[in-house]
């Protein structure tokens, strides 16, 4: 969903971080795709020529930004050893998939860390093993995922940081700033996310301290507040660098149904399950984030 998000509105977004994923359009809108091509790849691997294809003549209707604002993007792409979930032919798509958008020094890959299908992190709770894949999804495999994200695609007030970064808190302790909940049911007239969204703003942001950018966390599937409360919101990982890279963090929030549209496991829309043209700019989940961030008058001009 980062990348569908990253592609659609390029013009505002500057850095993605992607965790045990497929390359964008992965499922081409389909459910038997996205099952044979972006999770365990047994048949095929996503084709990738067809991919940009598609990219470019979405970006030539207007339906997604111009390829050429991606250009300046920097992408962090990390997959575990042990992910039997998303196996290596689907990153190696994604890799490719941006290797042909951009320069090579603007892509990092993570791709030794002994992790099961999730976002690792330093913390043992409320994490599983590290080689798992299970709910929570956060991986306690001493790796900070979201700081080392976070120091590869992240500049500060304009430019590289002049000092190795450091944390506001310990792995384990609380950051220090305020995590806001709000109603997310004004930016969705569909009805397709949760009631409740959050946001974490540190305290120089808060007190207009210092020029903050926005980074928009996007939960997994069984991430979101109906399925794990709180957990991933609080232990991603994220609040406990927001102040040193002078970020608010949103992370919103998609509802799990058992009805139309179908979605049990309260995933964002990667395959198609809204419709035809879920990876436009108008499409029901894109369009609703994408109004929280006006909202938050948080663009690269502000």
């Given at each position: 969903?980062?990348?569908?998000?990253?592609?659609?509105?390029?013009?505002?977004?500057?850095?993605?971080?992607?965790?045990?994923?497929?390359p964008?359009?992965?499922?081409?809108?389909?459910?038997?795709?996205?099952?044979?091509?972006?999770?365990?790849?047994?048949t095929?691997?996503?084709?990738?020529?067809?991919?940009?294809?598609?990219?470019?003549?979405?970006?030539?209707?207007?339906?997604?930004?111009?390829?050429?604002?991606?250009?300046?993007?920097?992408?962090?792409?990390?997959?575990?050893?042990?992910?039997?979930?998303?196996?290596?032919?689907?990153?190696?798509a994604?890799?490719?998939?941006?290797?042909?958008?951009?320069?090579?020094?603007?892509?990092?890959?993570?791709?030794?860390?002994?992790?099961?299908?999730?976002?690792?992190?330093?913390a043992?709770?409320?994490?599983?093993?590290?080689?798992?894949?299970?709910?929570?999804?956060?991986?306690?495999?001493?790796?900070?995922?979201?700081?080392?994200?976070?120091?590869?695609?992240?500049?500060?007030?304009?430019?590289?940081?002049?000092?190795?970064?450091?944390?506001?808190?310990?792995s384990?302790?609380?950051?220090?700033g305020?995590?806001?909940?709000?109603?997310?049911?004004?930016?969705?007239?569909?009805?397709?996310?949760?009631?409740?969204?959050?946001?974490?703003?540190?305290?120089?942001?808060?007190?207009?301290?210092?020029?903050?950018?926005?980074?928009?966390?996007?939960?997994?599937?069984?991430?979101?507040?109906?399925?794990?409360?709180?957990?991933?919101?609080?232990?991603?990982?994220?609040?406990?660098?927001?102040?040193?890279?002078?970020?608010?963090?949103?992370?919103?929030?998609?509802?799990?149904?058992?009805?139309?549209?179908?979605?049990?496991?309260?995933?964002?829309?990667?395959?198609?399950?809204?419709?035809?043209?879920?990876?436009?700019?108008?499409?029901?989940?894109?369009?609703?984030?994408?109004?929280m961030?006006?909202?938050?008058?948080?663009?690269?001009?502000?």
């Amino acid at each position: 969903m980062a990348a569908q998000y990253q592609v659609a509105f390029a013009g505002e977004v500057k850095g993605i971080g992607l965790f045990a994923a497929g390359p964008w359009n992965c499922a081409r809108g389909s459910r038997q795709l996205a099952l044979q091509d972006c999770a365990n790849a047994s048949t095929s691997a996503p084709p990738v020529p067809l991919l940009l294809e598609t990219l470019r003549a979405l970006a030539a209707t207007g339906a997604v930004a111009p390829t050429a604002l991606l250009a300046d993007d920097r992408v962090w792409i990390f997959r575990g050893t042990r992910d039997s979930r998303v196996v290596a032919p689907v990153t190696d798509a994604l890799v490719k998939f941006y290797r042909a958008l951009l320069m090579p020094a603007q892509i990092t890959t993570v791709f030794a860390v002994p992790a099961g299908h999730g976002l690792p992190t330093l913390a043992n709770a409320p994490s599983v093993a590290c080689g798992d894949s299970a709910a929570p999804y956060l991986n306690a495999c001493a790796y900070d995922g979201a700081g080392e994200m976070l120091q590869a695609i992240t500049a500060r007030n304009g430019g590289e940081l002049d000092t190795p970064p450091t944390p506001q808190t310990d792995s384990t302790g609380p950051a220090t700033g305020r995590l806001l909940h709000f109603d997310q049911r004004p930016y969705d007239p569909t009805g397709q996310l949760g009631p409740t969204g959050y946001l974490y703003v540190p305290e120089l942001c808060r007190a207009a301290a210092a020029h903050c950018q926005l980074h928009i966390a996007f939960h997994g599937c069984q991430q979101g507040s109906d399925a794990i409360g709180q957990t991933f919101v609080r232990a991603a990982g994220y609040n406990r660098w927001a102040a040193t890279y002078h970020l608010v963090v949103l992370y919103p929030q998609v509802a799990p149904s058992r009805a139309l549209p179908f979605n049990p496991l309260g995933c964002w829309d990667w395959w198609g399950y809204t419709g035809a043209n879920y990876t436009s700019r108008s499409a029901p989940q894109l369009a609703a984030v994408h109004a929280m961030v006006e909202a938050l008058a948080l663009t690269p001009e502000r």
